[in-house]
């Protein structure tokens, strides 16, 4: 579980409480992929909060929900590098398959971060792209 800071509990910050990660976010999970602003976009912070979120949440049925939002519960700490991260990992370690969708995103926000995620996972997604 993510630690919780007496000064912020996780139902005042708005995220999910005891696996309920399905909360809204203002748009669909998966929709969230295709809403993304484009790559010339500035993006705030908000906006890559929501798409890592979305990201996360469109792995649902994938991925155990309880890693979803362990991984996702990073972001009230202020860690969403740490969340992403955490999310990549169990992608690569619990998820089958991704769309070419969802790779692009991941490439996307790593853009964003300004750091890619290890060479190991990277190469793993890679080879678990379908519908190219």
């Given at each position: 579980?993510v630690?919780k ?23 669909a ?24 979120r ?18 996702l ?14 999310l ?5 370690d619990?998820?089958?398959s991704?769309?070419?969708i ?8 790593e ?13 793993i997604m ?7």
């Amino acid at each position: 579980m993510v630690p919780k800071l007496p000064f912020r509990s996780r139902q005042q910050s708005g995220h999910t409480v005891k696996g309920d990660v399905s909360r809204k976010l203002g748009f669909a999970a998966n929709a969230g992929l295709s809403q993304c602003c484009g790559a010339n976009m500035k993006l705030t912070m908000d906006d890559i909060i929501k798409r890592v979120r979305a990201l996360g949440l469109g792995f649902l049925g994938r991925i155990d929900s309880r890693r979803i939002d362990f991984a996702l519960g990073y972001i009230d700490h202020n860690e969403l590098p740490l969340a992403f991260d955490t999310l990549c990992d169990y992608i690569c370690d619990y998820s089958n398959s991704i769309t070419r969708i969802e790779y692009d995103e991941i490439r996307s926000l790593e853009i964003h971060f300004g750091t890619p995620v290890n060479s190991r996972i990277s190469s793993i997604m890679a080879g678990m792209v379908f519908g190219t």
